[in-house]
């Protein structure tokens, strides 16, 4: 598999992950202003976005936990950005997370303990040895994005390492216990709103619709899901029979003969933008056809919008549950994002949006345990979140329940420029309860409990809500 597969794994995760439960709206509040630095005792009045800000000063002490000091709370994060074949893998992840420890360090910490950050990089091969060592020194981990976090899975909950990840790759890493997300993406549950938005925009979606197949299992993985929902949706891809090489192909004019023989008027993408799939459209667009590409949240980046001078993919949609950065006139939290971010020089992405998310979520639950911060007070809280948007960086998710959002938009790349098309009004959100599905259980790619709660490295000891 090549380097851009893995991105995709960890931005994919994050893409149909992207999805809540309440309808538009969420839009309004203004940027927050960081506090004065300096001992922590000015906690200046802020806010993230729609959020009241998490942070501040205060005079909680006591060693309560692993990580926790009278003076300092020790987290874990970080990405896989040393990736050889792929350096700067999910970089952005870590960026954002390092720009938030030192935006809540500024106004005072949590109730007054400074953040203390330890960013690890898993290089893609080494999430468990990064792991292991997280067991060892970190209160938990915060934000991080490892694309082989199953690999590391049984080490954390071997450990009772509690996480609220960035995002989470593997069945049972987004399955497990001690685990919240900012943006869930369970294995037993899809949203397609997506999908839903194109059969209500594009009236012959539904007949004139083929799925773009790849040899990676990764993406297969995917697609089966996607095959999955199309069916309970009364959508009977063409099956035009296009099957890409993850490692790339030679020609792909033989695959833009058989779309265009199939009459294919839509084409779904689970995959990546890679060079792969650029040259699969670029050929398409040679060979007469002009399909409407309806692809996931992996292809709303400016690496496609940098391809795109040719306008060989114009008429990409894309569907989506954060908002784009185009709207960040209108999404406070996400201007506010870009420009902590940017004043550090770190990646701007949607990575980076969930992460800061991830972050928020954990630092509100942190604050709500005051002096007493304890792994089980922070989970006991965090279980207690049903509706959250990160201050309006996204759609409404439950991460409490671990479930995805019921809502979505969906973006149109024209030339270099992407701009929000459905719904119309900019900002805005269309949800409904049809927007999320029980998928099949053949693939899950694990076994729950009637908690929804991975069994395959489950203890009997794991730290649980209370009441």
């Not at 000091?69 to 700067?88: C, H, L, M, V």
């Not at 009772?160 to 685990?179: I, R």
């Not at 989506?320 to 006139?329: G, L, R, S, V, Y």
């Not at 029980?438 to 809500?465: Q, S, Y």
Request: net charge neutral.
């Amino acid at each position: 598999m090549k380097a851009d597969k893995f991105g995709r794994l960890a931005a994919g995760a994050l893409a149909l992950a992207m999805l809540t439960t309440a309808c538009a709206g969420e839009r309004s509040g203004s940027d927050g202003a960081s506090g004065d630095g300096g001992d922590g005792a000015k906690n200046a009045a802020t806010s993230f976005g729609t959020l009241p800000s998490p942070c501040g000063g205060g005079d909680a002490k006591g060693a309560t936990d692993q990580g926790v000091t009278d003076k300092e709370i020790t987290i874990g994060f970080g990405d896989d950005r040393g990736f050889a074949s792929a350096p700067g893998l999910s970089k952005e992840m870590g960026d954002a997370v390092s720009a938030m420890i030192a935006w809540c360090n500024e106004q005072g910490g949590i109730n007054g303990r400074k953040i203390k950050g330890n960013q690890y990089d898993a290089a893609y091969m080494q999430s468990a040895k990064v792991v292991q060592e997280a067991c060892k020194q970190d209160f938990m981990l915060v934000g991080q994005g490892f694309a082989m976090d199953e690999a590391a899975e049984q080490y954390r909950v071997g450990c009772k390492l509690p996480t609220v990840a960035g995002f989470t790759v593997g069945p049972n890493s987004s399955m497990g216990p001690m685990k919240y997300e900012a943006v869930p993406y369970p294995v037993d549950m899809l949203n397609i709103s997506g999908m839903l938005l194109a059969q209500k925009n594009f009236p012959n979606f539904k007949t004139k619709t083929d799925i773009l197949l790849s040899t990676s299992p990764a993406v297969s993985a995917g697609t089966n899901k996607i095959a999955g929902a199309m069916k309970q949706q009364g959508i009977t891809p063409l099956d035009c029979g296009v099957r890409l090489n993850d490692r790339g192909e030679s020609n792909y004019m033989p695959f833009a003969e058989k779309l265009k023989k199939c009459g294919a008027e839509f084409l779904w993408s689970s995959d990546s933008p890679d060079a792969g799939q650029f040259s699969l459209l670029d050929t398409i667009a040679r060979a007469g056809i002009k399909p409407k590409y309806v692809f996931e949240a992996t292809w709303y980046s400016p690496h496609v919008s940098g391809w795109n001078k040719a306008g060989n993919g114009d008429g990409l949609h894309v569907g989506m549950i954060f908002q784009p950065f185009e709207n960040a006139d209108k999404a406070p939290a996400v201007k506010q994002y870009m420009d902590l971010v940017n004043a550090k020089k770190g990646k701007v992405a949607l990575l980076g949006m969930q992460a800061t998310s991830s972050f928020l979520l954990w630092a509100q639950s942190a604050k709500a345990c005051g002096s007493d911060l304890t792994r089980q007070c922070v989970i006991t809280e965090l279980s207690k979140v049903h509706e959250w948007t990160g201050g309006g960086l996204h759609a409404p998710t439950d991460p409490g329940n671990n479930k995805p959002a019921s809502c979505g938009l969906m973006v149109k790349l024209t030339g270099t420029k992407y701009e929000q098309v459905f719904p119309k009004n900019r900002g805005e959100f269309e949800c409904g309860a049809e927007f999320v599905i029980k998928t099949d259980p053949k693939n899950w790619g694990t076994e729950l409990t009637d908690e929804r709660i991975a069994k395959k490295f489950l203890t009997g000891d794991v730290i649980k809500p209370k009441a």
